[in-house]
């Protein structure tokens, strides 16, 4: 890290999206965290990714919990409003947060202990309720912030630094996230900016809760060898059956991933999820054999990644409770009190 | 002697078998007579299977507290038989089923018998067993009415409004009562010396229970989000909003909500719930109880030190632990005030009515928002759960919500210098910002971390320091905006103070003692932090009691330690058995203390 402020001049031909505005508008604060810290490419990825959607910064709403993947809201969206709260118990604030305000994209940001450890439950729950929001895990299979202790997504037999394996069994919020019925359920690698941009843009569209699970190795106390969460070991062990491109409604599609199956998903806004299938057998509609193929490669050795189940139509928790469209934070007295008539019947109801 | 309008009817019943209703229906008869009537429900932490107690209370002189011993007791319940014939005061009444005779072992000589054959009656009129359970609750109502002189057409309108409808229950309902009433006619001595008659006493009042009123409170008081999490006995004051909500706060255009209810799965994240929605300017509550208070520790410390409003109504029951579920207490005081870890104090309310519930639900919600702040509601299950007199409901249309101190996008653009924790008017308190406001300026992180003026972290002592001041001064603020102590009478040397449901009895037990030549001046706390009238009741008085319910003497700590006062000054009076207080326990102890230290009485006046 470095404590010199990044200057306010930017290249003069620094792209501008639709509102005028550049990368550098969505950026938040100087990183904190180590140098190398895959934390900071995920922030750098929901950086441009929100760019590129040209949503105006402020009508983000940014949480976190406890840890370093939860000190990130800082790093990013600086003109948004920020909640670091307390530990594995980001999802119930989000939940608050986005019921009050409907309209603001919510991006949730946890670790792997803030998830799946003590926000187990939290976890599993905002899943039920299907909050409209973005969840991003920063896994990186240890408590960095407490200084290398083991993680509940460590995988059985790797080890620390010091070289004591993990004896427990590994706890995979992708499966869990899947087996709920999240839908939208991607996985990505903090190294890999090219798949994991447009898995957040098209996340961060889609009206429902989307899941990202983004492998982020710790430099400082995973990235050694016998971790299953190093730059290493993730990069020699990844497979992708399905590449997800988000296209704007104005853009043209220029990805090309060559032979196989390419499908297109147009979202409430125009816009356009493709998919591009790298594997035939595999279908991203179904949630029962997306949930068999990552457990079936979990049990090889191997990280699944990309887009690995969506269905674009599923309610979200506003559509399930049938709340009116005005944000509830914005209800007045006209609309929220029923009056002194209405009281005196109620009054004569108990008589 | 006949006596109208003053006893203690019990009906001992298993719980699951419809008695509920049935024995509701009796208070609300005498209620519907104008009569005062106090109901109170001692039920198991069960489904059914188990004894329940329901206890009527009337009283023509309007006392409402909980009275020892039972006047008239109805025994349906063959496993508390025996306890229930001696809870009988002397002189009382026992009515019990004499299908199956009396043991003749549970013979009291001292109070009256009155055996009704009522699985008998029964048998012939109705054929399905069900019908048969439900109805021996029915007939011993038609009896009741005869022995005590209820007017019959009370009760037959009752049925006939309760079932509208579903014509084809009120006849048999009111064929069994008919039973009931026929039988005691023939076979009994009609009416009974204790007995009830019409009465002015209840004027306009109506007959609510705490937690209805709260959660209307909360309607009222403009909440949109409520998160909840089931516990005895806050379950219904959530299910109340909720109740109420749908019939009043659909968009009549749309059909849709204009509020949202979360279960959520555990307390943990009901507060959270409420934070974050409460963070993004929705006007939020929950409701709990102890053990729910316990798991939103460390939620309520975050809310604090980040200073975000958020409501949370604790309807107290017996603790510690998992304690009593079903019965009354007011022992979270300490917990609350002080919950969570670190330099942190919370306002708390004291209801001691349902119209209070009411009121104070709606003030709560306008004072998180002034405050930025949790709020605490303590009620507790007397309150909360069982139907009680109460001044009717009012609302002033004319009310406007506080929303506290909000900047819009349009102060943003005209304020030079915006910081989130900065203390512009020297109340203390902080603009905040909502998210979405505008797009350049007024963001900033929210965390429980220290922080300065501007919402940066930092560690520095200065800045910790000043913050952490600055909480004490918006404490001060919070004092002189939360309800004021109710003071009565300032001519006497000794006082009593009290909060909550200690009121109920409290009238009776002073005028026992003024009986007994002892009176005091009485100071009912409706709030924390505490104003200067608090303070200054305690200073202008020799003699000061303190009635609460709960062991270690909680407000006289809380009293002790914000008003630096000598606790040696404050002589308690203590009830902590999970009934609620009564008159007798209160005059009991006052009265010994002034035996135990010689106290004069007569002459106890300032002059």
Known sequence: MTFVAKPKVHHPKLRVNEIGLTRRDYEGSVSTLCAGCGHDAVSAAITQACADLAIPPHKFAKISGIGCSSKTPSYFLGNSHGFNSVHGRMPSVSTGANLANRELYCIGVSGDGDSASIGLGQFAHIVRRRINMLYIVDNNGTYGLTKGQFSATSDKGSTNKRGLPILYEPIDLVSMALQIGASFVARSFSG??????????????????????????????????????????????????????????????????????????????GSRLCLHKLDDAYDPYDRISALAHVQTAQQQGEVVTGLLYVDPDAADCHEILETVDTPLNSLTETDLCPGSGALEAINQSMR | MTSYNDFVIRFANVNGSGSASANSMFAKALFRMGIPVSTRNIFPSNIAGLPTWFDVRVSERGYLGRREGVDLMVAMNAETFEEDVAALREGGYLLYDSSAGLNPRLYRGDVSEIGIPIAKLLLPEFQDPKQRQLFKNIVYLGALSALLEIEFDVFTNMVSAQYKGKDELIQPNIHAMEIGRRYAREYLECP???????????????????????????????????AWYPITPSTSMAEAFEKYANQLRIDEETGQRKFAVIQAEDELSAMGIVIGAGWNGARAFTATSGPGVSLMTEFLGLAYFAEIPAVLFDIQRSGPSTGMPTRTQQSDLLACAYASHGDTKHPLLFPSTPKECFDFA???????????????????????????????????????????????????????????????????????????????????????????????????????????????????????????????????KAGIIFYGTTELPMQEALDRLTENGIRLDTMRLRAFPFGVEVYEFIESHELIFLAEQNRDAQMRTLLSIEGDIDPTRIISVLYYGGLSISADTIHDQVLQHYEETSRPRLTEVKS
């Not at chain 2, 009830?196 to 009042?205: H, K, N, Q, T, Y």
């Not at chain 2, 009012?394 to 910081?419: H, I, P, Q």
């Open chain 1, 192 to 269: 890999d900016r090219q798949q994991l941009i447009p898995l957040i843009k098209a996340g961060l569209m889609h009206r429902g809760f989307s899941f990202i699970d983004v492998i982020s190795p710790c430099v400082k106390f995973n990235n050694h060898n016998g971790s299953t969460k190093s730059y290493e070991y993730v990069r020699g062990h990844s497979e992708s059956f399905v590449a997800a491109d988000y296209v704007m409604p104005h853009e043209e599609i220029t990805a090309d991933y060559g032979p196989g199956e390419r499908e297109e998903v147009t979202m409430p806004d």
């Open chain 2, 192 to 226: 009974l010396p204790i007995r009830v008659r019409r009465s002015e006493g209840v004027g306009d009042r109506i007959m609510i229970d705490g937690n209805t009123a709260a959660g209307l409170g909360a309607l009222y008081g403009g909440a949109t989000v409520c």
């Open chain 2, 362 to 492: 709606a003030d709560a919600l306008d004072l998180a928002d002034r405050l930025q702040t949790p709020i605490l509601v303590l009620s507790d299950l007397e309150l909360g759960m069982f139907d009680t007199l109460s001044e009717p409901l009012t609302w002033d249309d004319a009310r406007s919500y506080d929303r506290g101190k909000v900047l819009s996008a349009d102060d943003l653009d005209r304020v030079e210098t915006f910081g989130r924790y900065l203390d512009v008017d020297g109340d203390g308190i902080g603009y905040r910002t909502l998210p979405g406001t505008h797009p350049t300026k007024g963001a900033f992180f929210t965390r429980g971390t220290s922080r300065d003026e501007f919402a940066a972290y930092t560690e520095s002592p200065e800045a910790y320091i000043a913050n952490m001041d600055r909480l004490q001064l918006k404490w001060k603020t919070a004092a002189a905006l939360v309800p004021q102590a109710a003071v009565s009478g300032n001519d006497n």
